[in-house]
């Protein structure tokens, strides 16, 4: 017979239960006695009732434990001294002799003589004596009554401590009855059409419970702030670039923008080399481009004198992994070059690049860059000036400043700075430039036709807006995954 129904047939008899003593007589557990008078009381109907009670008792600590089986300390050291008694100094090496012979020398069971002939001796003061301690730690066992003061003393001393047990005096409930009905939950098709519905008792149902939630996909950070990025780009005129190519040549990625093959970004330490394909074939780039792009790295051209070094096709056959994305915005000048009649454009990309950085809070191998261009006739340092104002005025930036810089594909080139309130200074927010002549004049583009550029990253406006201190928590597995639920949409400060 299940525990709930021995319950009922117990109540049946009797005007009440006692849980504790319930399981005592019926070798019950009790907690397993408690589950089933909570289930009862889960019934509707009123089955039964029950009322919590506690009752507070001293039970024995580990140590008190340790006293019952093996003795008192006191009483243990009183029958290690001799009837001819003992050295101190040997007493002394007996396990628990410090405590022991503190409490025996108070109950008077051992003295000391310190004039003795061999030096301080310990002899037994009384003939007998009884272990106090372990006849009152029995007595509490058996819960049987023990002077306020013994008890005292052993919770000084942590051979007992307080323990309360809570149980529940049950009684009738008004719907009181000896056999149990589970409610129904859900009224199904069958009832309805044969009665029984009229004579089930159903559950009740919690109207103002809360539903299940909603599991979900939730986009990353990065992709939020990433789509404000773009609608601001897409507000302003741009077109996206194609960034699917994460595999790109040394020859699109440095050589077409009059990056020396000598240039320190080209070496191990910063870039990741691709083993398989190891090479591109050299038929795969443009034969009259790579004519010139040789011609102006060696001997110069369009006002350049070059960088006057033998350059070598190998390098730019090398497969790498993109160290930024402006290997895709010369694609898309070379091909606008191309065209029979140009047409000034703007252009922008927000994707992954690669690089070969030590890792460490704020930087990883992996990242992504933000690039715009704007590629139109005789434009100048002002236009940039004022075209980064407005793209900045629309992330909610507009204290800008800028310092000269250099690079080897624009000139002029300038480092932006905007003013950051929480910080109180100014912050590098990005780099800029103009398309050198050099990296422009080859592609055919006319001579008359300026680019503009700037970049920024994603990751450090995204680790500004979320609160996010070390980059390792944005990307990675170190990510928590509540946090990327949690986030709300991104909204720049913008006016």
Known sequence: MSLDLQVLNHLASEKELDTLQYAKENSIDHQKLIGAIKS????????????????????????????????????????????????????????????????????????????????????????????????????IQSKNPVPDKSVQDLKKRKLISSSVTKFYSVSKGEGFRTDIEKPEADLTADMLQDGTWKSKN???????????????????????VRTEFRRIFLDMGFTEMPTNQFVENGFWNFDALFQPQQHPARDAHDTFFISDPQMTPKEAFPPGYLEKVIEVHEKGGYGSTGYNYDWKIEEAQKNILRTHTTAVSTRML??????????????????????????????????HQ??????????????????????????????????????????????????????????????????RPEMLLPMGLPRDVNVIAWGLS?????????????????IGPKVNLNMVQANPICRLDKN
């Open 40 to 139: 009862l009381l889960a019934l509707p109907g009123e089955y039964i009732k029950a009322e919590q009670k506690q009752i507070s008792s001293w039970v024995l600590t580990n140590e008190g434990e340790d006293f019952m089986k093996n003795g008192s300390y006191e009483y243990n050291l009183y029958n290690s001294v001799p009837k001819d008694g003992i050295l101190q100094k040997d007493l002394m090496k007996l396990p628990n002799s410090k405590i022991g012979f503190s409490k025996a020398m108070t109950l008077g069971w051992i003295k000391m003589d310190k004039k003795h002939e061999n030096g301080p001796t310990i002899f037994r003061a009384v003939e007998e004596t009884t272990d106090v301690v372990k006849d009152v730690l029995s007595n």
């Open 202 to 224: 159903f559950k009740d149902y919690n109207f103002t419970a809360k539903g299940a939630p909603v599991v979900g996909g939730c986009l990353h950070p990065l992709l939020k």
């Open 334 to 367: 070379y091909k606008l070059g191309q065209q029979e009649k140009f047409v000034p454009t703007k252009l922008f990309s927000i994707d992954r690049v690669f690089r070969n950085e030590t890792l460490d809070a704020t930087h990883l191998a992996e990242f």
């Open 370 to 435: 933000i690039e715009g261009l704007i590629a139109d006739r005789n434009l100048s340092l002002g236009h940039l000036i004022g075209v980064l104002h407005a793209f900045f005025k629309k992330l909610g930036l507009e204290k800008l400043k800028f310092k000269p810089a250099y690079n080897p594909y624009t000139e002029p080139s300038m480092e932006i700075f905007s003013y950051h309130p929480g910080l109180k200074k100014w912050v590098e927010v990005g780099n800029s430039g103009i398309f």
């Open 458 to 474: 994603l990751e450090r406006p995204t680790m500004i807006k979320y609160g996010i201190n070390n980059i390792r928590e944005l």
